[in-house]
């Protein structure tokens, strides 16, 4: 998937969806995720991202949903394009 972000808002492309998410840090390497139009109840949940470290033009992080009674997480990584 694809993303555009500032401080406040990420717009997420993915399968010819476009999604606008709020972003609110939590401090410099955490940051919290909310559909501002969720359509289903999966869509309403939040998610907490955790950078866990950066290299050049990437990062590395850890997702899980908040309040998951599972306690899954993801790993991933970002990287910038231009």
């Known amino acids: ?3 555009t972000r500032n ?3 990420e717009i997420d492309y993915y399968e010819n969806k476009v999604d606008s998410i709020s972003v609110h ?9 909310r559909n501002i139009n969720p359509k289903t109840m999966d869509e309403k949940k939040a998610v907490h991202i955790r950078i866990l470290s950066t290299k050049g033009n990437t990062y590395t992080f850890e997702s899980k949903i908040i309040n998951d009674q599972k ?4 790993r991933g990584i970002v990287t910038k394009i231009d």
């Open 7 to 9: 401080d406040t808002l």
């Open 25 to 33: 840090w939590i401090n410099d390497c955490e940051y919290i995720l």
């Open 71 to 74: 306690r899954r997480t993801s």
């Open 1 to 3: 998937s694809k993303f």
